[in-house]
């Protein structure tokens, strides 16, 4: 398993691939809610992985990256390599959900729960999936690889890879081979210092 500090490394890297308006790492650390929330739950979810009271510890570390960023990870949430979460406020990630490698989410994104019962009740999302602003995927459903959720989409379904889900409920289309472009932020293009411009 990597060191936290090398997480740390791949996290600011990915922050800079994603986000045309990244500059440099420093800045990064100190900008982004979305680095500060997976890291504090990367730590919140070793603890609870250890089980007994620590889950308790685990849970106030979780509500504290809450406090600071607006971005709710139950310490339980699985959640794997180079996740990204851009403007991050308002983003809700449950226990039970499972997520792959390079995933991005923005804001206001749900990973849900349909039922109260302590089972497996929240999302599988295969690896290179980008969840819109806004999106709720309710329920333990899978998203398969590669797939894009469309802003404000509501999917309570399973999707197969490469996939695009938009809508409310959403509708399952294939995503073609040119439309699998890194979904990025525009808006250092519109509001640019310059550099972008
Ligand atoms: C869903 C999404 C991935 C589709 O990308 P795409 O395949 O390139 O889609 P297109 O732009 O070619 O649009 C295809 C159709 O889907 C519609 N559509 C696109 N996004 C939609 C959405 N979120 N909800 C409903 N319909 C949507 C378009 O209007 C278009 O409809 P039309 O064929 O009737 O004209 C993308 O539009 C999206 O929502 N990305 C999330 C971006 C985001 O959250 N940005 C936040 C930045 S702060």
Not at 33 to 40: E, V
Not at 50 to 75: C, D, S, W
Not at 158 to 182: C, F, K, M, N, Y
């Amino acid at each position: 398993m990597p060191t936290l500090l090398a997480l740390l490394k791949e996290d600011l890297a990915n922050a800079r691939a994603h986000d045309p308006a990244a500059r440099g790492d420093v800045e990064n650390a100190l900008v982004y809610s979305g680095l500060h929330a997976i890291w504090m739950h990367r730590l919140a979810h070793r603890i609870w992985c250890r089980g007994g009271a620590g889950r308790g510890v685990a849970r106030v570390l979780a509500q504290v990256a809450r406090f600071l960023t607006g971005i709710e990870i139950h310490p339980g949430a699985t959640i794997g390599r180079r996740f990204f979460i851009d403007h991050g406020m308002g983003v809700v990630i449950g226990e039970t959900t499972e997520i792959g490698d390079d995933v991005m989410l923005y804001h206001g994104v749900t990973l849900g729960g349909r039922s109260l019962e302590k089972v497996k009740r929240h999302p599988t999302i295969g690896d290179g999936v980008t969840v819109g602003a806004g999106a709720k995927v309710l329920g333990p459903v899978t998203i398969g690889a590669r797939s894009a959720i469309g802003a404000n989409a509501v999917v309570t379904r399973d999707a197969p890879a490469d996939s695009i889900l938009t809508g409310v409920p959403a509708t399952i289309r294939p995503r073609r081979a040119d439309q699998r472009r890194p979904l990025v932020d525009p808006g250092c293009y519109i509001v640019g210092d310059g550099d972008g411009i």
